[in-house]
Antibody
């Protein structure tokens, strides 16, 4: 059974770059779409973007200028970088796998990791 | 962006009674392939979201059959035929037809 685990700093300073990695275990990263989704404390869900295992990406236009998602198939990992962060980027960040296609949403989610933006 | 509007935002329910959540989109969710990409997620307290329903009415594996989805175009409904204690949480609709993907605000289901 595939499992996803987010990792990275839990505290990032304003104006710096948030970097997270999602490690996929129990299955291959190949042949799937992979997403990053975030949830500010006590609020709803926001799609950040997705990547296909081949490396093609699509980002939410609201974040596109600051987001980079990449994949490392040799490590079975994909990553998120979000630059120039502010307090508004404080959220639980989830990585997720799409088992059918992008349009049906993720069928497998990581446990999420809280990232706080603060000096 | 397509705006997804859920109602109610809070839903107190008696155990064993039915519950219904509405989700309306600001644009039709019929995709060019003829499918409608309206999906439902459940987020139990302290847990990650979990997909329950995809493409309006298809239940995910392991989802109890007391959960059902229906609707078309811009109007959709998630129904729980008999609410159980494990159903407490926040329910989100999500549209995948238009980029960027967007979610509803969430409906909090609690036991009376």
């Amino acid at each position: 059974q595939v499992q996803l685990q987010e990792s990275g700093p839990g505290l990032v300073k304003p104006s710096e770059t948030l970097s997270l990695t999602c490690t996929v275990s129990g299955g291959s990263i190949s042949s799937y779409y992979w997403s990053w989704i975030r949830q500010p404390p006590g609020k709803g869900l926001e799609w950040i973007g997705y990547i296909y295992y081949s490396g093609s990406t699509n980002y939410n236009p609201s974040l596109k200028s600051r987001v980079t998602i990449s994949v490392d198939t040799s490590k079975n990992q994909f990553s998120l970088k979000l630059s120039s962060v502010t307090a508004a980027d404080t959220a639980v960040y989830y990585c997720a796998r799409h088992d059918y296609d992008i349009l049906t949403g993720p069928g497998v989610w990581g446990q999420g990791t809280l990232v706080t933006v603060s000096s | 962006d397509v705006v997804m509007t859920q109602s109610p935002l809070s839903l107190p329910v008696t155990l064993g009674q039915p519950a219904s959540i509405s989700c309306r989109s600001s644009q039709s969710l019929v995709y060019s392939d003829g499918n409608t990409y309206l999906n439902w997620f459940q987020q139990r307290p302290g847990q990650s979201p979990r997909r329950l329903i995809y493409k309006v009415s298809n239940r995910d594996s392991g989802v109890p059959d007391r959960f059902s989805g229906s609707g078309s175009g811009t109007d959709f409904t998630l129904k729980i035929s008999r609410v159980e204690a494990e159903d407490v949480g926040v329910y989100y609709c999500m549209q995948g037809t238009h980029w960027p993907v967007t979610f509803g605000q969430g409906t909090k289901v609690e036991i009376k």
